[in-house]
């Protein structure tokens, strides 16, 4: 630490009381973000050039101890303008001139926490002018006279005199800090207004750096839509929502957006785009009459959002299907540029879902969009009637996938969806390798439902873990809301659909 000079004490404070007032003692706790203590850490104050480890218990301490007191206390001196002495810490003072006693008292940083102007004689009790125990330095000074004393308050004095010296203690450095390093953990550095401390701090575990994706439980990305409000005009106003139109080539495209009651331009918020199926369109997802396939908003994700995090948005297909190829894909990722412009949303938490056609449509959005969309949600997919880039504009990319499927499906074949589209994802998630590629994870199969009751979810186990699929079975037909009653009639009941908090839960793991 750097000495910085005066004229309030002489060569023999410098060497001695000055010492003795740069003891400090630093301590504290390391621990993760869930409060587990970190043996190991390493904890350095920088500027002084000391470290040390944590224990077992997360524990650290650095410290400087204080010399023993060599200096022969002197307690009085007389000059031509007066006296001034001390006994057990009872300053007495007079003075042969009008020249005041002036009192100054610091802490052992160097602050001042006392001043005070004594005129006359009389005496003054030291110990009364402070507040917390511990030891003090106090400047005395009659004319041009001083005293210099260092005191604490269990009773324990020494001191000087003269004219010419350096400053009281020894300074904090300016800029000092004490940095924390452990491995598996972002470095912390934590800036210090005194050395005299303790500090309880949590260390953050360090993200994974991926060639690609985001790990499980990522912070969100915030758009650049995030602090303003929206430019977006729309068309007009409709039950739960908002439709908009944006040009798309040379086709005028039709879409709807359902921001939460609590909608917070400073918070990033997730998104769901829902894909309607053949012979509907894109309002009824934002709205519809309950029945087996519209049984709440946005294929039941509006009434699970309880806390407002998500952006819902629903697309409408030309003539009701998903047949523009590419200008479809333009569609969607045109809706999302305007959506990450004008809102707050979490670019890392992109959601798709969508049943039949619509399923189709997200099937094949989901292995073109794997950097804009974070996972997808599919109600009785088929590997049929779908358009997907060719050649180079392929993208052989994972992508976290769940399917809903009837096992009795007569119009997208469960079979066809297993045994070609299933594979197909998988060949693309299997877990990473040392070079952070993906390996194929397409020769595990999935268990099924056996029977004409219940449901089977299974959730792969070869796949990376940043890229879960998860494969539905249950005995049932063409039909989204799927339920363990099985097939239409006696006791078929769509009320009873397990789909939307399944589908709720393997969104909420991102």
Known sequence: MSIKTNNLLTTACLLAV??????????????????????????????????????DQGKFTIHEDEPDDTLTAIHSFRNSVGYIG??????????????????KIFNSLGHQVFKKTLQGSGSYDLSKAVKARGTYFTQVSVGSAKQNFKFSTEG?????????????????????????????????????????????????ATAPQFKFGYAIG??????????????????????????FEIRVGSDTRKYFITLPKNYDNNKPHKVLFALHCYGSNGEDFVHHAADYDHPTPYYGQQVLDKNGDYIFVSLDAIGGLWNKGQGDHDFFAQTLTALNENYCIDTSRVFITGFSYGAMFSYSLMQDMQSRVRAAATYAVADYNIWLPEGNNMKNLPIAWMNVHGVNDSRCDYSRAKTSALPRILKRNGKADADENFTDASSEKPEEVRGNTGHVCYDFKNVDERFPVKWCSWPGDHQWTAHDTGNMGIGWNWEQTWVPEEVHKFFEQF
């Open 86 to 103: 001390i006994n057990n810490g009872i300053l007495s003072y007079s003075q042969s001139s009008t020249s005041p006693v002036q009192l």
């Open 156 to 204: 324990n004095y020494s001191g000087t005199f003269g004219t010419q010296t350096g400053s009281l203690m020894k300074e904090i450095q300016q800029g000092e800090a004490v940095r924390f390093v452990a491995e598996g953990f972002d470095t912390l550095t934590v800036p210090l207004g005194t050395l005299d401390t303790t500090l309880d701090v949590k260390l953050k």
């Open 218 to 243: 990522n912070d969100p990305t915030p758009s650049k839509g995030c602090g303003t409000n929206s430019t977006l005009k729309k068309v007009k106003s409709v039950e739960n929502g908002e439709q």
């Open 18 to 55: 000055c010492g003795m007032a740069s003891a400090y003692s630093l301590s504290g706790t390391v621990s993760d973000e869930q409060g587990k203590a970190l043996k190991g850490a390493s904890v350095s104050l920088l500027k002084e050039g000391k470290s040390t480890t944590t224990d």
